[in-house]
Nanobody, 123 residues
Framework: QVQLVESGGGLVQPGGSLRLSCAAS????????MGWYRQAPGKQRELVAR???????GIADSVKGRFTISRDNAKNTTYLQMNSLKPEDTAVYYC?????????????????WGQGTQVTVSS
């Protein structure tokens, strides 16, 4: 079983910055992709950014140029640096990871979600 724990959310004024962290733990053999999603009230969850084990990234158009995703493979951790925040960035941000974990039967694919961290952009 693989657990993801996010941190770094909070209240920030428009134009401010926040850095989210997501640490994976458990019986991890290898993590392939890690990503950040967000869900605002009354809206569907949407992909914000993702990064592969090799460092290839994808960023949503709505945050391109403002958000940066990075990853520390040795720590099984991904980060989301959010700059120039706007009120429309307000949402619960969720971390997601997929890969291979050890199991009682050898190994098995996994896909895990974190519990979410609230980001509120308001003056």
């Amino acid at each position: 079983q693989v657990q993801l724990v996010e941190s770094g959310g909070g209240l920030v004024q428009p134009g401010g910055s926040l850095r989210l962290s997501c640490a994976a733990s458990g019986s991890i053999f290898r993590i392939y992709a890690m990503g950040w999603y967000r869900q605002a009230p009354g809206k569907q969850r949407e992909l914000v950014a993702r990064i592969t084990s090799g460092g290839s990234t994808g960023i949503a158009d709505s945050v391109k140029g403002r958000f940066t995703i990075s990853r520390d493979n040795a720590k099984n951790t991904t980060y989301l640096q959010m700059n120039s925040l706007k009120p429309e960035d307000t949402a619960v941000y969720y971390c997601n990871a997929g890969g291979i974990a050890y199991s009682d039967y050898g190994s098995a694919a996994f896909g895990s979600w974190g519990q979410g961290t609230q980001v509120t952009v308001s003056s």
